[in-house]
């Protein structure tokens, strides 16, 4: 049934999937540019992560049987981990294939999410859900530089970059176990 619980992990889980992605947005022109890419080479490929996204949100939209959202979310999230363990590296072409990968979770991520709340949501009450998925959405992306700037600093970047992965396939994974107690959610239709 759609309960406020599931919501609470879809809600967790647009936060983490726009905390990540930001992690790659505001850190790779610095480590490109460290390696002597320019900044058109870094542009280009970070329009590859919105490419990947593209491509496989277009893809997930024609998907016949949709898998539960848990299962989805994990494998969103696993991609996001590989991706950002792939920072770490100093190479081009794999710096290119995890940007390629982070569009991949989130492409498999957000209309996943999205989906979902609106399924839950009734009616008369799908702008607040969506108002709250927009916060979280932002919030996400604002705290990204709070929390990994500092870390950075204090660890550096391929430490933080594990560090995140770490977090990232956890939160995964408490996904999927919540699935295990929540269930699967029904649409909820107004009284």
Not at 9 to 35: E, K, P, Q, R
Not at 69 to 93: E, G, R, T
Not at 94 to 117: D, K, S
Not at 155 to 164: E, K
């Amino acid at each position: 049934q759609g309960s406020k619980a599931h919501m609470v992990v879809l809600y967790a889980s647009i936060f983490m999937l726009m905390f990540l992605m930001f992690i790659v947005s505001v850190n790779l022109s610095d480590i490109m540019t460290s390696m002597g890419e320019s900044m058109t080479v870094c542009g280009i490929i970070l329009a590859f992560m919105g490419l990947t996204q593209v491509f496989t949100s277009i893809a997930y939209s024609r998907m016949r049987r949709i898998p539960r959202y848990q299962h989805m979310l994990l494998i969103a999230f696993a991609l996001q981990a590989v991706a950002i363990a792939m920072f770490s590296s100093d190479n081009l072409a794999v710096l290119t294939a995890g940007v390629g990968i982070m569009g991949v979770g989130l492409g498999l991520g957000m209309p996943t999410i999205t989906n979902n709340l609106s399924m839950m949501s009734p009616p008369s009450a799908q702008g607040k859900t969506m108002g709250i998925y927009s916060c979280l959405m932002n919030l996400g992306t604002s705290l990204s530089t709070v929390v990994m700037g500092p870390m950075i600093v204090a660890i550096g970047y391929t430490s933080s970059f594990y560090l995140a992965a770490a977090v990232v396939l956890v939160f995964g994974i408490v996904v999927l176990v919540s699935g295990r107690f929540l269930g699967q959610p029904e649409a909820t239709t107004e009284p």
